[in-house]
Each structure stands twice: as C-alpha cells, then as structure tokens.
C-alpha cells in the first residue's frame, strides 16, 4: 500500500484496529432531518467521541470548523431524494479534486445492489475506486437498500460486501443483521463497518446489536440516527464507543450511559 493510502487508512481506522464514524451525511437524500437541522451544533459535543465524520462537502465547508475537526470520509454520492422517483439512481456528485481541496482521508459512494439501478451504482464505485487509488484516497462503499429495509438479511448483505470489496472498495459499510453477520464479515475480504438506520426504540436494542456485530468481526460503527436523534446523545455515543474501543459489555455500555446522563463523570472502571 502507497504511504499515502496507508496514512489514510490509519486515519480512519485507529490503532486497535477499531473506529466510530459519526455520519451526518443524511440531508443530500432527506433535508433537513430532525436533530440535524443545523449539523454544527448537532456535532460539537459529540465530536470528542468520533473518529470520523461522515459528511457532504456542502455541510463540510459551512458547518465545520477546519481547525476543530476529526478525519473527513467525503459523501460524493447522490443526485437523488427521498421525494423523488427512485433514491438507488445517484450519481457521483464530487470530484476527487475536491475532495483534495478539503483534505479527505476518504470518500463514501452508496450501491444499490439488486436495484433498476444496481449497474449504473457499481460502475460508479469502479470508477471512484479508479481515481481514489490514484490519489492514495480510499473508497467506502455503502450497501444501501434505499426505503426497503426488510432487505437487511445475511445473504443479501454478504453479497453487496463483497461485491463491493471486489470492485475495489478499501472499506464496506453495512447493515448489522440477526443471523448471519459472521458470514458477511468474513466473505468481505476488506474491513466491515455497522450502519445504524432509523431510530431504535431503546438505547439498550442499539448497544446489543453494535455488541454482536463487534463480536462477529466488524471493525466499527457509522451510526448517526441512534446517535444525535437519541435523547441524550452524549452518554450514547460514549456508551458505544466502549463497546468499539474497550470490548465493553453491554452492561457496562449501558451503566456508562445512565451514569454519563445523570452527570456523573462515568465509571470508574470504564474508560471511555
Ligand atoms: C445514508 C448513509 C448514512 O451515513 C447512514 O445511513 C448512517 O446513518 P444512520 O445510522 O442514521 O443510518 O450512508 O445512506
């Protein structure tokens, strides 16, 4: 691997191995999605706690301070909206230029695999991957399934991984599944991230399934909904981020969660 590459990458992914991006990439399918609404603010507490974020150039460049900020995975796909005909027919709407200009450690395109639009999505990723590799600027590929949710199943998302990885993608993010998961982590020959999807009814639903997709081989989280549009973001984010980075239990996550939320500095025995 390039220095370059290779740098990045150790941006990205930290020395244990493990990372926790923050997305807040949302508004370039959805608007203005609540909690979100003026992403600065929405960031700044919870900043301390990511490894990354997640974000498209135009909320980059007015809602985040170069100077106060943690390595940049560049959202460059879209062209599409929650409103329109189908969310899986995006482009790419980024040039690798650009994402130089702002000094991403990586850039992020969605795949719509199985969709009307599955080839147009995959060619769009080979022909990032083309010029991110050279620029020593590594691609995340997103396994999107657009509104059908119910498509988050092991087979499925095994597929689109390593679809992906094949295509050249240096990192895969994917949807958590119930059974399964290992299968999909370990037929990906490149590293498995966790997205969140919509809002979990409760904390608890949210550290289980981070907990055994860490368990099953995902390297880390890009969590944003479950994050930001829980009542109590900070003790969440932290709580999560023991379960990344310290192999916390859920139990302990959810200790440091009500103890971060009722003040307190957090447990003694838990370091995050
Ligand atoms: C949208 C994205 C988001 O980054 C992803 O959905 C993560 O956010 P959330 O946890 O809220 O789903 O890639 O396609």
Known sequence: MDWGMENRMAQL???????MFLPIDHGYFLGPTRNLEEPGKTI???????????????VLRAAVDPAKTK???????GGTSIAGHDLADE????????AIRLNASAVGLSIFVGSEYEKQSLLNLGKLVDEGEK???PVMAVTAVGRELEQRESRYLAMCCRIAAELGARVVKTYWCADGFDKVVTGCPVPVIMAGGPQA??????????HDGMQNGSIGINLGRNVWQNEHPVPM?????HIVHDNGS????????????AGEPGLASVAS
Do not use: H
Not at 71 to 77: A, D, K, Q, Y
Not at 201 to 210: A, C, L, P, R, S
Not at 253 to 258: G, I, K, M, R, S
């Open 13 to 19: 992914i930290q020395a244990d191995g493990r990372c």
């Open 44 to 58: 700044e507490p919870l900043l301390p706690y990511s490894d990354a974020l997640f974000v498209t150039r135009g």
């Open 71 to 77: 390595p940049i995975v560049l959202r460059v796909s």
């Open 91 to 98: 482009g790419i709407t980024t040039s690798m230029e650009e």
């Open 135 to 137: 620029y020593g600027i």
């Open 201 to 210: 009814d409760t904390e608890g639903e949210v550290m289980e399934f981070v």
């Open 237 to 241: 984010i932290r709580a999560l981020r």
């Open 250 to 261: 859920v139990q302990e996550a959810q200790e440091l969660f009500d103890s971060v939320k």
